[in-house]
């Protein structure tokens, strides 16, 4: 098999960025969700067909209901995802909607975020929900835990990844809140911003439990001052994307690759007012890469379908926050 490099994934990226904007035509699809879905592709390396990504996603608004948000350009991450993450994409779309109405049922709003959520667990690990309406009702009391602490920081957007966290962990939803609560106040009481961001990035860590609560810290700790040495100035924007690297195992070292990466990203035409975005992605494709010093055994991350699975759920929640606008018009 040959390698494929950071630099290949760059020129993919840019590749699909033209694939998408051709399938998508139209259909409003705004610039954030459109180079996401491209990053997508390119991380996994893989070409958009433009032809069959619109197939698809008019496919989907034709099995939809008048009022779904899935009629709108929404449909084109959730096409994306499907094409990317199973094997037989009108197939798993069923499941896909049976997650949702049971997430719906169990409290979850109707809306772009629960369907992005139902998507975390068709496209990765249904085969570990054995029921629908006791996965979502799970799911749902650690959600109403977690908002019972955090009740201005906890949302919709926060979706996915407590969806997923329902999954991953097998603590009562209190035990998991008091350790998502005391990563939370112990980095605000350091120097991370307090926020959804930073409640985000708690989730994100939370996903494995094989770090001990100063393990975690201090790789954050190290991390972040890596960052501000080396890529820019951290900002809440990149906190998710931070705990992804933490997860992944990165070093201070890696931040070379990081801020290479997004610099050249940065070139790319459809990312001129798009700089966050750039890094975003600039650490989705490090993550993926070989770091310098994270070696994967013995580790709840020891497979690359769970690392893709974390940095899907960061990338899913990314989606979710930018297409709000675009679902709700």
Known sequence: ????????????????????????????????????????????????????????????????????????????????????????????????????????????????????AAMMIVTQEKEKVHSSKDFAARAMALYKSIRSRHPFLTGEHDYPLI??????????????????????????????????????????????????????????????????????????????ELGLLALRGASPDDMGTVQQTGDNIQTLPGFRWQKDLAWQIAVQFTAASDLADSPLEGHMLSTIAMLQQADTAIMLTTIGAVGVTTSSN
């Open 163 to 240: 969806v997923l966290l329902a999954l991953v962990r097998e603590e009562e939803p209190d035990e998991l809140t008091e350790e998502l609560s005391k990563t939370y106040k112990a980095l605000s009481d350091w120097r991370f911003s307090k926020g959804n961001d930073l409640q985000g990035l708690t989730h994100v860590l939370s996903l494995d439990n094989s770090f001990t609560h100063e393990e975690r810290l201090e790789k954050m700790r190290t991390l972040s001052d890596a960052w501000n040495s080396n890529v820019n100035k951290m900002k809440p924007a990149y906190y998710s």
């Open 1 to 116: 098999m040959v390698k494929v490099t950071i630099q290949d994934k760059i020129r993919l990226l840019k590749e699909n960025d033209t694939a998408v904007k051709k399938a998508a035509a139209w259909s409003g699809l705004d610039t954030p969700g459109r180079l996401l879905i491209a990053s997508m592709y390119a991380n996994r390396h893989k070409a958009v067909d433009q032809q069959h990504l619109r197939t698809l996603a008019d496919w989907i608004k034709k099995e939809v209901g008048a009022w779904s948000f899935l009629r709108t350009s929404f449909r084109y991450p959730v096409a994306a995802n499907l094409d990317l993450f199973t094997d037989d994409p009108k197939q798993a779309f069923a499941g896909f909607l049976e997650m949702y109405d049971a997430l719906v049922a169990a409290g979850f709003h109707r809306s772009n975020s629960t369907y992005l």
